[in-house]
């Protein structure tokens, strides 16, 4: 590729890829910058300009034909790459994410699990003792970890994935790594993610009954 995908870029694409395997698994040939900007929630406008920035062929009155446009994507997005993810803590979260069936419509695999304590519930893949991880991340090529492990030994856990040769992490701890020369980092906060939909809730919707003028105020009190 000749343009660097910006992460804006790079998430429309994943998106138009999930709709595309949606209509190639329904049987449909072609597809339209409508159909794809309705599906995704962007104008028709834009899913032109990505494709042809990117130089994916197709027109307005003819399409695009599904199954180029997913060969393609596949290509840019690097899917031909085997993709295979450990998880290290398998507590609730980890547990939950372990056996999240969304994996399944990314192409990717969560192959193994680590942890310091035996897990209680069966999950889909193996856990093994926090020990074994280097060995394994070396044996499997792994290259991408989720960590969700307790927050006092986020930092340890961090540098034990960065140290075995991992080059990305999902982080789901509450501390906030960094992203380095050598591994990347997607810090995913729920509380700081629900906090911030709360302000977008307040900012974007409707007043409060303490700000609305007292005339209205009025008009609003029960009978």
Known sequence: MKHKLNKELVIRLLKYRRILNQL??????????NNLGD????????????????????????????????????????????????IVGMG?????????????????EVVAGFDIQQVAVELPMPIHPLERLP????????????????????????????????RGILNFTPVELKTTQNCIIHNINIGVEIENL???????????????????????SPP
């Open 24 to 33: 190639q698994s329904l049987g449909f040939e072609k597809v339209f910058s």
């Open 92 to 108: 609730k979260i980890g547990s939950a994410i372990a056996q999240y069936k969304g994996f399944l419509q990314g192409d990717f």
């Open 39 to 86: 599906a995704i929630g962007v104008a028709p406008a834009l899913v032109r300009k990505d494709f042809s920035l990117l130089l994916l062929g197709g027109n307005k009155r003819g399409g695009y034909n599904i199954d180029y446009l997913s060969e393609q994507l596949d290509l840019i997005l690097g899917k031909s790459h085997e993709q295979k993810i450990i």
């Open 135 to 166: 060995a394994f991340v070396a044996e499997n090529h792994i290259e991408v970890a989720i960590l969700s492990v307790p927050e006092d030994v986020a930092t340890d856990c961090h540098r034990l994935l960065k140290d075995s040769g991992i």
């Open 198 to 220: 709360f302000f977008q809730v307040i900012k974007n919707g409707w007043p409060s009954p303490e700000e609305l003028p007292e005339s209205d105020r009025a008009m609003q």
